[in-house]
């Protein structure tokens, strides 16, 4: 199994450590890489897509062609804040987006930088450290749609879904020691392929 951190901007390298600690912990042999350009996203069976800032991220993958790899080869997509604004179908801002989930996205929902916060959430049954900074939350989903789970919400809104291998987030994992949401995208890759 090869795993992409997609190294266009944001928080990158932290994504790559802690990912390294989820392969490790669970056993598997897996390799993972940053990645920058279409071709080596292509080698991918799964990519990361950090925070950041969302419109940069989004132009960038645009303009190298990354969604169109994507899509093509249909490669899972593991979405933390900025990453969850891509994943999704709309937002509340006019920007290239990947649009893979059907899913709808308000940006900054928590308000600005100097309101970003940590606190403890659930997801899996289990507390989980919550880091949001300037962080999106879901405006709403394809009810429609039966592949798509609701995984964890926090004072009435959804902060992490999933569609089919798809998984957004509207916090860091990655700045946490905490690897279970690593290991439970992993998981949910190798058992759909
Ligand atoms: N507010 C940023 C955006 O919408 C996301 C912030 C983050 O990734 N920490 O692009």
């Not at 179908?89 to 899913?103: S, Y």
């Amino acid at each position: 199994m090869n795993i992409g951190i997609l190294n266009l901007q944001g928080a990158v390298s932290e994504h790559y450590n802690i990912t390294k600690k989820a392969i490790k912990n669970m056993g598997i042999d897996a390799d993972v890489k940053t990645v920058r350009y279409a071709e080596d996203v292509a080698k991918c069976n799964a990519l990361i897509i950090s925070g950041g800032e969302s419109t940069v991220i989004g132009k960038l993958i645009a303009v190298r062609g990354i969604d169109k790899v994507i899509k093509e080869k249909n490669i899972p997509v593991f979405g933390t804040c900025a990453g969850m604004v891509l994943l999704g179908k709309k937002t509340d801002f006019d920007q290239p987006l990947l649009g893979i989930m059907d899913i709808s996205v308000k940006r900054n929902s928590y308000g600005r930088q100097k309101d970003s916060f940590e606190t403890s959430i659930q997801i899996f049954g289990s507390e989980y450290p919550g880091v949001f900074i300037r962080a999106p939350s879901l405006e709403g989903y394809d009810k429609s749609k039966d592949d798509i789970k609701v995984l964890s919400r926090f004072e009435g809104k959804i902060i992490a879904i999933q569609q089919g291998s798809n998984i957004a987030l509207s916090f860091h994992p990655e700045l946490t020691e905490d690897t279970s949401i690593h290991e439970y995208f992993i998981r949910e890759v190798l058992n759909s392929s």
